[in-house]
C-alpha cells in the first residue's frame, strides 16, 4: 500500500496540471491510453498476458470498468479541486463502505473489535470533513460518491485477482476505460454537469508545453501504478484491511499538500487524523486476526477429513 499512496501523490501532480488545459474525461483518456500502451508491451514480452484476456469474464470485467470509470471522475474532480488532505480524509468511508458491503452481500462481519477501528475511523474523520461542509455545500456528496464507488470494485477486484493476473485484469480495465472516456470527451465535459468548488487549489509547476507533457507522462503511469499495487494488495488482504491500510494516505498527503502546493495543514486537522490512523490499525489488526483463525480452522478441518 506504501506503493499506492506514493502513485497517488504523483496522479494528483498530474491532475492538477493537466486540469489546465484537459476536461475530466481527457484527463482519465489519458490515463486509460497509457495504461493500454504498458499493458501491450507487456504483452508482446509474455504472450500468455493475451491469452488470459482472451479467455476472461467479460461481462465481469465490463461492469466492473464501467463502475469504476465513473468513480475515477468523482475522484478526479476532488483531487483537482480539493486539498489534498482533505480528498484523503473523505477517504476514511472506504473501509465503513467495505464493511457494509461484506454484510450485505456476502454476509461476513468484521471482527468484533474491528468495529472499534471503523467507528474511530468514522468519528475522526467526520470531525474533519465537517469543518468543510460549509464551505463546500452539495458539492461534498461527489469525493463520498467516489470512495463508495471505488470501494465496490476494489471488492469486485478482489474477486478478478483470485482468477486472473493483475496485469490481465488492468489490459481489460484499460481497454474498456478508453472507449468509455474518448465517448464522453467528445459528447463534451460539460454533459457530466459537475459544480465548480469554491477552495482554489495550485499546480506544482508553471503552465508550458514541457510540464504538459510531462504531466501527460506522469498521468500514464502514475495511474497504472495505482491499480497495479491495489490489486497486489487485495491478493493478501480482506477487503476493510486494504480500505483501512489505504486511510495512511491522509497524513501522507496533508502533510505533501502543505509543502509542495502551499494548501494550510489546520491544526484542528491534528488530532483527527490520530484518531484516524488508530482506527485504521486496530481495524487491519482485528480483521487480519479473524482472517488468520478462518483459515487455520480450515485446515484442521481438512486435516481431520
Not at 118 to 144: D, S, T, W
Not at 226 to 242: D, E, K, N
Not at 245 to 267: K, S, W, Y
Request: hydrophobic share 55%; proline share 3%; with cysteine.
Amino acid at each position: 500500500m506504501a506503493g499506492n499512496v506514493f502513485a497517488y501523490f504523483l496522479l494528483a501532480v498530474a491532475i492538477r496540471q493537466l486540469k489546465l488545459d484537459l476536461s475530466y474525461p481527457e484527463i482519465l483518456a489519458i490515463r486509460s491510453a497509457g495504461g493500454l500502451a504498458i499493458g501491450l508491451v507487456l504483452g508482446c514480452r509474455d504472450r500468455k498476458l493475451f491469452r488470459e484476456v482472451r479467455h476472461s469474464r467479460l461481462p465481469l470485467h465490463l461492469a466492473r470498468s464501467a463502475l469504476h470509470a465513473v468513480g475515477a471522475i468523482a475522484v478526479v474532480w476532488s483531487v483537482a479541486n480539493l486539498p489534498l488532505g482533505l480528498v484523503a480524509s473523505i477517504e476514511f468511508s472506504g473501509p465503513l463502505f467495505a464493511a457494509a458491503i461484506g454484510i450485505l452481500v456476502f454476509r461476513i462481519r468484521p471482527a468484533g473489535l474491528a468495529w472499534i477501528g471503523l467507528g474511530l475511523i468514522f468519528a475522526g474523520a467526520a470531525a474533519i470533513v465537517f469543518q468543510y461542509k460549509h464551505i463546500m455545500g452539495l458539492a461534498i456528496i461527489i469525493p463520498f460518491a467516489g470512495v463508495g464507488i471505488l470501494t465496490c470494485t476494489n471488492i469486485m477486484l478482489g474477486t478478478l485477482s483470485q482468477r486472473q493476473s493483475t496485469h490481465s485484469i488492468l489490459f481489460l480495465m484499460n481497454a474498456i476505460q478508453l472507449v468509455i472516456f474518448l465517448t464522453l470527451s467528445m459528447v463534451g465535459a460539460g454533459a457530466l454537469q459537475l459544480p465548480s468548488s469554491s477552495i482554489a487549489t495550485t499546480t506544482l509547476f508553471t503552465h508550458g508545453t514541457a510540464t504538459f507533457a510531462f504531466a501527460i507522462v506522469l498521468m500514464a503511469v502514475s495511474g497504472y501504478m495505482t491499480q497495479a499495487s491495489l490489486s497486489q494488495a487485495t491478493r493478501h488482504g480482506t477487503a476493510v484491511q486494504v480500505s483501512a491500510l489505504d486511510t495512511l494516505r491522509i497524513p501522507a498527503l496533508a502533510v505533501a499538500g502543505a509543502l509542495l502546493f502551499g494548501e494550510p495543514l489546520e491544526q484542528a486537522f491534528v488530532i483527527p487524523s490520530a484518531v484516524i490512523m488508530c482506527g485504521a490499525i486496530l481495524a487491519t489488526y482485528f480483521d487480519r486476526t479473524k482472517r488468520v483463525r478462518d483459515v487455520v480452522g480450515s485446515i484442521k478441518t481438512k486435516q481431520r477429513q
